[in-house]
């Protein structure tokens, strides 16, 4: 389940690198982590040393995770902490993105983020030189990563493309070094808490630019995760009720209304009948608007309805799942 709240950007620059980076930041003071999760047992921020540069790379006041009793949390820790590598597998909008920096956050980690989806160049990964000649070279993000620690996080991994992949495999096996073939082969040791996550949707027609991941870069994911919405049809969990309510301030019936809509889009989605399952932060940005004064239905039509598809027979699919669920039993008898 993810909380959606703001991204602030901002850039670190010094002698040594030079990144681009995002940290979630929350406008509500979030509850102590500490006193929510302890992974010491497994990442132990006390044993971590990183320059104040690098500490700025450490998400902050990320929101809590709320999940059904899997206990993601510990279980990404643990993979982290035996084997320096984990894979999160599931659709969009179930939270995969948030725990990752959750994770972050509590390990007191650095955290490198890269969206394979945006074909970003091998160059911006591993680096360049600048200017004339050979005198002055550009470590990557992948390179930093490699040479300074923290939790390297792959974005739709299954549309990383191919060359990219390939110059991971060294790194992710019991070599444990990249070969800097653009600079002379130099040869950079894995940083000794130099972690990996990679997270993507499940393989399939209508992710457009997905594909199998590659199977040397599977063979190094020693542990996958599936994640999925916290509702799906007619399972409705309380506890994404009561977030709706809580962060669009509404009435506890329409949030269930919201919710359950919610689900039953999920499960069409899953099915193959519509092109998006709406996640946790488009139900409260619906109940958002909802709470202005709208009623649910009304405003589904400028939220929910239009983000699910641009096609007005899609369109009418949602609506009448809405009015399915706003309009009670006689609704239901006519569209039955």
């Known amino acids: 389940m ?15 690198f030079s990144l681009n980076f995002s940290i979630s930041k929350t406008n509500k003071k979030s509850e102590k982590l500490d006193t929510l999760y302890d992974i010491s ?35 990404i820790a643990r993979a982290l902490s035996f084997f320096k590598q984990c894979a999160l597998i599931g659709p969009s909008g179930t939270g995969k993105t948030h725990i990752v920096y959750l994770v972050s956050e509590l390990a007191g980690l650095p955290m490198w983020e890269i969206n394979c989806g945006l074909q970003t160049s091998v160059f911006d990964l591993f680096g360049r030189y600048v200017g004339l000649g050979k005198e002055n070279w550009l470590d990557g993000l992948i390179v930093n990563w490699c040479r300074y620690g923290g939790i390297l996080y792959l974005d739709e991994a299954n549309m990383m493309k191919q060359d ?4 991971l495999n060294p790194i992710l096996d019991q070599r444990g070094h990249l070969v800097l073939t653009e600079k ?49 049809g007619d399972k409705i969990d309380e506890k994404e009720i009561e977030l709706v309510c809580d962060r669009a301030h509404i009435d506890r019936d329409s949030a269930e209304k919201i919710v359950r809509i919610g689900a039953k889009l999920r499960q ?69």
């Open 2 to 16: 993810q909380l959606e709240d703001f991204t602030q950007k901002d850039s670190v620059k010094s002698d040594k």
């Open 41 to 75: 047992k497994y990442l132990d921020k006390n044993v971590f040393s990183f320059s104040d540069e690098m500490k700025e790379l450490i998400p902050k006041d990320t929101p809590p995770y709320l999940d059904n009793g899997e206990n993601y949390v510990n279980r």
């Open 164 to 167: 990219v992949a390939t110059r």
């Open 184 to 232: 002379d082969n130099e040869l950079i040791p894995r940083h000794k808490h130099a972690y990996l996550i990679i997270s993507m949707n499940p393989f399939s027609a209508e992710f457009a630019g997905t594909k199998p991941l590659n199977a040397a870069m599977r063979r190094r994911m020693s542990v996958w995760l599936n994640f999925d919405y916290m509702s799906v």
């Open 268 to 336: 069409e989605y899953q099915q193959g009948d519509l092109p998006y399952g709406p996640s946790v932060g488009d139900l409260v940005n619906w109940a958002k608007i909802a709470a202005d004064g709208n009623s649910v239905e009304k405003s589904a039509e400028e939220t929910i309805i239009a983000l699910t598809s641009d096609d007005i027979e899609v369109q009418e699919e949602v609506r009448i799942i809405v009015k399915r669920v706003c309009g009670g039993d006689s609704f239901e008898r006519k569209f039955v």
